[in-house]
């Protein structure tokens, strides 16, 4: 077979995805609403340490995706005609490999992938909100590797990589030449302590030798800015203590007379996490409406757990803002007229699944859709906000003109409501 055909990135190398992640966003896991069949409950009982011939894992897979992709009709195509081209053919994990990925790419789904055992153990470390490496999120489109995100307190922080800079060369070897598996092994999970990347940005040619270290990926923090206002920054929207830590803060803010949540650059998270912390500052509101395959469309309202006090809200957002972290800004926006600066947002409305599969493998999956309550699609085109700020790199917290224009427009609720009090 051959092995030079291309994969698609994985949604939190997008993150967001990945996008990746890739990411990534870039990998958002459904509640308990989607109802396997029985072919899928079936591969709730297996576990990834077994080992099957990889004839049978292609078959596997084949199955997985004609029972559970969100579109039934698996991009116009006569699935069955995958499993006759290739099924005979499986003699090795590389055939399988390239097998699976050659269907799932016929899907034009970015963020539909074949997880072998490198990628499904970055993305269970992902989806855990920790990593090891040298802290960036990128995605293979074609021949380039594209960093989209740059980790806090990472080595390639520390190196100045940025989003946007592509990577050429792993090592001395050329990364159009080289798998997603081969190039995260040697970033990420290799034996190797360091790595040297050769990158390009703009017209330049960088090249960075970098430490891989054990990074914690931050989800939030908060602070106390001038005039009582709070400003929150969500990194992402991952890991299971993601929406108690939001709650407490909310807690912690709830003096503060107007509120910043900082949503740029993250690149989603988990959508029951997305849900729950919406839930947390609305009040039987919609939250989000979910086009599924299975239960056709329904929608998820608010259910009474608000703890947010009324306030001023402004949300920053930018063209890296994807998936789980729109759901929030759109949420906000449409429910309690948050005031968007900032960019638009990345565009991302498909919600996938990681599957776990037999050989130490996995299926990155797109299961469902999602809607904003205001009813707009925002696949490609994402959430356009209500002041239109770009800004470039900051330096200093003094030069982020987003954040002082959010200032500005708080400062500027607060007082019209100190004047309708004293009338």
Do not use: C
């Amino acid at each position: 077979m051959n092995k030079d055909i291309q994969t698609k990135n994985i949604i939190f190398y997008s993150i967001f995805f990945i996008l990746t992640i890739v990411v990534f966003d870039i990998v958002l896991k459904p509640e308990s609403h989607i109802n396997f069949n029985f072919i899928n409950n079936f591969f709730k009982k297996i576990t990834v340490s077994q080992n099957i011939a990889p004839q049978r894992l292609f078959i596997n897979a084949w199955r997985i995706a004609k029972n559970s992709y969100v579109d039934e009709t698996l991009n116009n195509q006569d699935w069955l005609r995958w499993r006759t081209r290739y099924v005979k053919h499986i003699k090795t994990m590389d055939d399988a490999n390239v097998a699976i990925n050659s269907m799932l790419a016929s899907l034009n789904d970015p963020y539909s992938k074949f997880l072998q055992s490198e990628l499904f153990s970055k993305q269970k470390m992902i989806l855990d909100s920790k990593i090891t490496g040298v802290g960036v999120l990128f995605n293979k489109a074609g021949d380039e590797v594209v960093v989209n995100h740059v980790l806090d307190n990472s080595s390639a922080q520390s190196e100045n990589i940025m989003a946007g800079d592509t990577i050429v060369e792993v090592n001395g070897k050329k990364t159009s030449e080289l798998d997603m598996d081969e190039i995260i092994k040697s970033i990420e999970t290799g034996k190797e302590d360091t790595v040297e990347l050769t990158l390009k940005r703009n017209d330049k040619t960088i090249t960075k030798k970098l430490k891989k270290t054990d990074i914690p990926i931050g989800t939030m923090e908060y602070k106390m800015l001038d005039n009582d206002i709070a400003i929150i920054t969500l990194s992402n929207i991952m890991g299971d203590r993601a929406v108690e830590d939001f709650k407490n803060i909310l807690i912690k803010t709830n003096d503060a007379k107007g509120l910043i949540i900082d949503v740029r650059n993250n690149y989603g998270g988990i959508l029951s996490n997305a849900v729950e912390m919406s839930n947390l500052m609305l009040n039987e509101n919609k939250i989000v409406s979910i086009n599924s395959r299975v239960n056709a469309k329904y929608q998820i309202y608010a259910d009474n757990e608000k703890i947010f006090k009324d306030k001023p809200v402004v949300i920053l957002i930018n063209n890296m803002t994807a998936s789980a972290a729109e759901i929030l800004a759109g949420t906000l926006k449409d429910n309690i007229n948050a005031v968007l600066i900032g960019e638009h947002t990345y565009g991302k409305n498909s919600i996938q699944q990681v599957i776990p599969m037999q050989n130490s493998t996995g299926l990155m999956l797109t299961t469902d859709k999602y809607i904003l309550p205001d009813g707009k699609d925002i696949y490609h085109k994402g959430i356009m906000p209500d002041i239109v700020i770009q800004q470039k790199e900051i330096k200093s917290p003094n030069e982020d003109l987003q954040i002082k224009k959010a200032i500005e427009i708080i400062n500027s609720v607060m007082k019209k409501d100190e004047d309708n009090a004293i009338i």
